[in-house]
């Protein structure tokens, strides 16, 4: 279950020729598709997810890969049109009491149609006028939907997404026996009153105030700002277009608002208005849905891990789209199992390891251990056999961490598992081959 890739094909191969030409036909061969790779992002994770109150966190990135022109390797235009690269949109789990992730879920990865040479620039398409199924946007729904049957074993399930599926679909045809949406509103929605979305709140009273750690972004810097919330029922009403016919005429919702009266100096004040399916009535009920939508962030260190830490996907060398493709579900995959070894750096991980890794890789994994464990000194690994924990203080130390755990000392980051899941993948080859080959 473990991962076989990383950003490119000499890093998967770890420098070794002939494993990067056996690593390229594996892109090329027409039985290892696309969608068999995709399919497989959720293995482990029904069973992960058994008994849990699950949060699954969805979003779209794009994957940019250097072209030239001339040489657009068969990619489609992102980046409003001046790169050149694939879309991915992956749903991952989560524990909603601990943050632990669970795995992925399921999602989809594609190519836009790329232009032909010489021709003229699309004319742009009405979006409005368009079906759901003819537009991007339908990947929230359809992932949403995906994750109601991967899921069906959860005690609960809070399907969360940023601004980006504030889909009137989403909000009228998700929602059912303990399966529930949350996201931030995007669009100033008729309600059945006659009001609208934006203006609904101003009339609650204030229910109370928190401090509270806002990322960075491109366009803001890092600060921490003090919030009041409101909370409330509305009942939006459908959209005036006859593509949304089918869908309920009113859905009623919780309305979670966060504003900030006092911004610093020269700085718009933040406000959030949060959708759910979720009940609440007091501040602590508001304040745990707001608890659970920024646990958003999550998917945010993934895309990192994916991108930039350690995985590197970008830095592909591959030349054919539909390579590339298979690559990045694979690089998928990757990504996650590093983010849940980063997280179980600090021993509280409570996900079975059979979950993640193979028979051979646990059975490798025991065996290195011995090389780290020094009895006469008491040290050695400090956690329970063959739980995450013990994984990746393993995984890591094969990365290169001398193993300090001292309060000074700098704990393992996803560069280092990479690069101990690099070598693990390896060593588990050739214990395979041992027990094929040695009686």
């Not at 008994?51 to 068969?74: P, Y």
């Not at 992102?78 to 991915?88: D, E, N, Q």
């Not at 051979?360 to 995450?388: C, F, I, M, Q």
Request: aromatic share 6%.
């Amino acid at each position: 279950m473990v991962h076989l890739g990383t950003g490119c094909l000499r890093r998967l191969s770890q420098g070794d020729k002939t494993a990067e030409i056996r690593f390229g036909r594996l892109l090329r061969h027409p039985k290892v598709t696309l969608e068999r790779l995709v399919d497989g992002w959720s293995t482990g994770t029904a069973a992960a997810a058994a008994g849990r109150h699950v949060l699954a966190i969805q979003d779209t990135t794009e994957l940019n890969f250097r072209t030239s022109k001339g040489h657009e390797r068969g990619l489609g235009a992102i980046g409003k049109g001046v790169g050149r690269g694939l879309l991915l949109h992956p749903m991952i789990a989560l524990d909603a009491g601990t943050g632990e992730c669970l795995g992925l879920v399921g999602g989809s990865l594609w190519n836009r149609e790329p232009p032909k040479p010489g021709a003229k620039a699309p004319k742009k398409k009405n979006n409005a006028r368009r079906p759901l199924e003819e537009k991007e946007s339908r990947h929230w729904v359809e992932t949403a939907q995906e994750a109601k049957t991967v899921l069906s074993a959860a005690a609960m399930v809070t399907l969360i997404a940023d601004r980006e599926a504030d889909l009137y679909a989403m909000w009228a045809s998700i929602p059912g026996p303990n399966v529930h949406v949350l996201g931030r509103a995007r669009h100033d929605r008729t309600l059945a009153n006659g009001g609208t979305l934006y203006t609904a709140a101003a009339s609650w009273p204030v229910l109370g105030r928190r401090k509270i750690d806002i990322r960075e972004r491109p366009d803001r810097p890092a600060r921490l700002a003090e919030l009041e919330v409101r909370v409330g029922t509305v009942t939006i009403q459908r959209p005036l277009e006859p593509r949304q016919s089918a869908l309920p005429e009113q859905i009623t919702m919780t309305l979670v608002e966060l504003t900030e009266p006092a911004p610093p100096e020269g700085t718009p004040p933040l406000v959030w208005r949060l959708l759910t399916s979720h009940a609440a009535t007091n501040a602590n009920a508001a304040w745990q849905i707001v608890d659970w939508y920024r646990a958003r962030w999550t998917i945010e260190q993934f895309f990192r891990i994916l991108k930039q830490q350690g995985i590197r996907i970008e830095d592909s060398q591959v030349e054919t789209a539909d390579r590339l493709l298979k690559l990045a579900a694979i690089a998928t995959r990757a990504a996650v199992v590093t983010l849940q070894l980063t997280q179980a750096r600090d021993g509280q991980a409570t996900l079975d390891s059979a979950l993640v890794f193979t028979p051979d890789e646990l059975d490798t994994l025991e065996a290195v251990n011995h090389n780290y464990t020094k009895p006469r000194l008491g040290k050695g690994n400090p956690y329970p056999t063959r739980s995450l924990p013990w994984v990746a203080w393993i995984i890591a130390r094969l990365g290169g961490w001398d193993g300090s755990q001292t309060r000074t000392a700098k704990p393992p980051g996803p560069i280092t598992f990479k690069h101990g899941l690099d070598l693990l993948k390896a060593m588990a080859s050739g214990w395979k081959l041992r027990d094929m080959y040695i009686p």
